[in-house]
Structure formats: structure tokens, C-alpha cells
């Protein structure tokens, strides 16, 4: 096989690929996934609760967090933990900050309670005994006192200690009234099942208070003993406040109580703004990298502009595919941006590299393939560090950071993988043209005669 067909076979590798990312981004229809700078969206930081937390616990808490948050729909959530107790939860594209920030903090602490007593809201106020039970006084083993309902229905109740709490739920899901009021209903796993038939038996005819978060959301009477393990929570629920009380349910509570710390709203004009500067950057960066490489290297230039063009394609087509698990940052832009110098780097080591060669008296046709491999050990040290040191970020660091690492990772990668499919064949194939061996064309100026018989090495 001839040098000429290697390197076009290494170019249609390259093409292969390009046709493989762009073919799949068109089929599924890809596009970049933005992240909570580009399009907006809402940032909380929590913090847990408590004289000492434990990391795995912590952890559980995110793991739980992530769960709502994709009920949601939430592309892409970024929630991670920041320190010993803090968590920051990164939710962009929300439409609906409010509805986030309940459903992401929401304990929901599960009781069924036995209703030992109540009393009216007027003979409750009277009885110093019958005062709510507030703070650390509310315990799942004690017994405590709690209103249910408003107004001119409003009641004190005296709760008997928990018999029995989410943990028991199989799952939960919104259901509707004769009326068309929400209500979620409940089914019982096969342990819970079991308790719950005991307790609707042995309590036939009391009030059996479903308590979430130590607010009584409803307190029914047993009429007969449900023994089927399924129920029902009625209150006054708008059909979001169904659907989430659903969701917090079947997903559990959270192992800790987290408490807002602070709260940044992105609107989405603001991310429109700053996805249009990240890219205007990134095409003046472009523009002078391509218009320096024309002026010192002419001819040279011009494959440097193709192969900016073809790295441009690559990450793009990789970013749309990345979409589905991955959101592009600003900080993931000035990586690729970044990048962007590194690979106008190896296209000056391998060009000087070159010039060298064409200055001492050799051609272009023969010091193509032997000035690349000396400029290729360059470029391969060059970018094993670049691709090292954002590793390293990538591995220890957190957020957007994160991101920056990845971004200039693939491009390091595709540094490497074009300066040898792509650089070097194109060159070689060029330098078989008549006029692109003339030192002038590349920038190199007149020649040094070498010694007779050959090229000067």
C-alpha cells in the first residue's frame, strides 16, 4: 500500500467519524444539553441540620434529592455536597422555582396516629395541657397535640405515638374526589399491610390520623378494617400539591432535615446573554488563531483553518451527543476555548518544525513525514500534561469545574487524535503539489543550498 492511499484512508477515518457523530445527532435529533448559566434556572444551598451529620448520609440525601428533582423533569440537576453538611442543588431550565424548592427540602415524615381525644379550637385555648406541641417535643414515640382543619372547623387533637410511617408504603399516586378534588391514594407493602389490618382492627371505630411532617393532613374514623393495605391522604390540595406529595412519598423522606441557605435565581434572558458572549469569545478566538496562522505560515494556514474547522465539528457533534447525560457550562466553553490555543500549539511545533527543515535546504516533499514525527513527540508530551492536569480537575473538583475539565479533555484528546489523522496526511498529500514546494508558500523564505547528491540532514 502506497503512502499516498495511507493518508487518505487516515482522512477518511476522520470524515467516517464526523459522518457517524452528525448522522446520529440528525437521527435522534441532538442538540447540547445547556447548563444553569446558559438557560437559566434556580440555585439552592442547603444545609443539613444537626450537631453532627453523617457523609453517608449526606450522600443518601442526594441521592434522594436527584430522584425528585427528575420527577420534575429537570434536565440535567446538579447537586453535590460542599463541605461536611452543605449541598448545593443546581436546577436549570426550572420553570417553577417555587415548586422546586418545596418538593427538593420536603421531609416527609409519614405517621399514622391513633386520635386519643380532641376539643374545639375555643376549649383547647383554655386548657394550658392542650397547647401545640412544637419543637424537639415532637417525637414519633410521644404524644402530642396538633390542629386539624381552619376556621370555624378547626380542632386540636391529642395524638397517640406512631403505630406506623412511610416507610411502610409500597407506593403513592393522585387520585380524584366524586367532586374532582386531589387526593392521593396509598398502597401498603406486605409488611405494611399486615400492621395496618391490625391497627384498623383492634381500633375499629377511632379516628386514625395520617400526620405528614407533623401537620394532620386528615384524620378518618375506621368503620371497618381495611385489610387490603391500601389508603388514602384528603386535604386541601391543588392537583401540583397532590402530584408532589405523591412523588415525596414513593421516593421516601429524606435522612436529614435540610434547612435554605441561600437562593440564586438565573433568569433566562440572563443565560441567553451569557451563552452569546461565551460563543462570541470563542469565534474571536477563532478568528485571530486562523488569521495568525494565515500570516506566519501562509499555505500552512490554510490547512490550520481546515483542521480548526474539522476540531470545531468534532466537539460539537460530540457536545450534541453528550446532551443526554451532560450539560454544557460556561466553564465547559472556556475549555473548549482553551483548546483551542493547545491545538493551534501542535499545528506551531510541527510548521517551525518544518521551516527548519526547509531552511537547511530540504524540500517540503522530504521533510514532510520526518519533520512530523519529530514535532509529534512534542505534541504528545505537550498534550499528555494538558490531558493529566484535567483529569485531575475532573476527579477532585466539583460544579462547573468539573465541566472545564472535560470540555478541554475530549479537545485534548482530539488534539492528539487529529494532528495524526488529519495534519500529518494532509500535509503529506500537499507536498506533492508543485507549487506547495516553493518556501515561500509556507512561510519559510528562501532555501540554503545543501551538499551535492541530496537534501542537507
Do not use: H
Not at 402530584?243 to 414513593?250: E, G, M, P, T, Y
Not at 520526518?370 to 500534561?385: G, N, P
Amino acid at each position: 500500500m502506497s503512502k499516498n492511499t495511507k493518508n487518505w484512508i487516515s482522512i477518511g477515518v476522520v470524515a467516517l467519524i464526523l459522518v457517524a457523530l452528525y448522522a446520529a445527532t440528525f437521527a435522534f435529533d441532538l442538540k447540547p444539553r445547556l447548563g444553569l448559566d446558559l438557560q437559566g434556572g434556580v440555585s439552592l444551598v442547603y444545609e443539613a441540620v444537626g450537631k453532627t451529620v453523617d457523609p453517608q448520609v449526606l450522600a443518601k440525601t442526594v441521592e434522594k434529592i436527584r430522584s425528585r428533582v427528575d420527577s420534575l423533569g429537570v434536565s440535567e440537576p446538579d447537586i453535590t455536597t460542599q463541605g461536611s453538611r452543605n449541598l448545593i442543588v443546581q436546577l436549570p431550565g426550572i420553570s417553577d422555582p417555587e415548586r422546586a424548592k418545596a418538593l427538593v427540602g420536603q421531609t416527609a415524615q409519614l405517621q399514622f396516629r391513633l386520635v386519643q381525644e380532641s376539643k374545639n379550637e375555643a376549649d383547647a385555648k383554655k386548657d394550658p395541657a392542650w397547647a401545640e406541641t412544637t419543637g424537639e417535643a415532637l417525637k414519633p414515640d410521644a404524644v402530642i397535640v396538633l390542629p386539624l382543619g381552619e376556621g370555624k372547623d378547626k380542632a386540636y387533637l391529642k395524638l397517640g405515638p406512631t403505630l406506623l410511617t412511610g416507610d411502610a408504603l409500597k407506593k403513592a399516586q393522585v387520585a380524584f374526589d366524586n367532586d374532582g378534588t386531589p387526593k392521593v391514594a396509598f398502597e401498603m407493602n406486605s409488611e405494611g399491610a399486615g400492621k395496618f389490618k391490625d391497627i384498623t382492627t383492634n381500633n375499629k371505630d377511632k379516628q386514625l390520623a395520617i400526620v405528614l411532617d407533623y401537620k394532620v393532613e386528615s384524620a378518618p374514623n375506621i368503620n371497618e378494617p381495611i385489610t387490603d393495605g391500601s389508603g388514602e391522604i384528603t386535604g386541601k390540595f391543588t392537583d401540583k400539591e397532590a402530584k408532589d406529595l405523591a412523588i415525596v412519598l414513593n421516593i421516601g423522606a429524606l435522612p436529614v432535615e435540610l434547612k435554605l441557605l441561600t437562593e440564586q435565581d438565573v433568569s433566562a434572558s440572563l443565560g441567553k446573554d451569557s451563552l452569546d458572549k461565551a460563543l462570541l469569545a470563542g469565534v474571536i478566538g477563532l478568528i485571530i488563531v486562523a488569521l495568525y496562522m494565515l500570516l506566519f505560515y501562509r499555505a500552512l494556514g490554510l490547512v490550520t483553518v481546515t483542521g480548526l474547522g474539522v476540531f470545531g465539528l468534532m466537539m460539537y457533534g460530540t457536545i450534541c451527543v453528550l446532551g443526554e447525560f451532560w450539560s454544557l457550562t460556561i466553564a465547559g466553553i472556556a475549555g473548549i476555548i482553551v483548546a483551542i490555543g493547545i491545538t493551534a500549539d501542535s499545528y506551531v511545533v510541527y510548521f517551525e518544525r518544518l521551516k527548519e527543515d526547509i531552511r537547511a535546504g530540504r524540500t517540503i516533499r522530504s521533510s514532510a513525514d520526518s519533520a512530523y514525527k519529530s514535532a509529534f513527540r512534542t505534541i504528545l508530551a505537550a498534550d499528555t500534561v494538558s490531558f493529566a492536569a484535567a483529569a485531575i480537575l475532573y476527579l477532585f473538583a466539583v460544579g462547573s469545574v468539573r465541566g472545564f475539565a472535560l470540555t478541554l479533555g475530549i479537545a485534548t484528546v482530539f488534539d492528539v487524535f487529529l494532528s495524526w489523522f488529519f495534519t500529518r496526511p494532509t500535509v503529506s498529500l500537499l507536498s506533492n503539489l508543485k507549487v506547495f514546494n516553493k518556501p515561500w508558500i509556507v512561510g519559510a523564505g528562501s532555501t540554503v543550498e545543501g551538499p551535492a547528491g541530496g537534501d542537507a540532514r
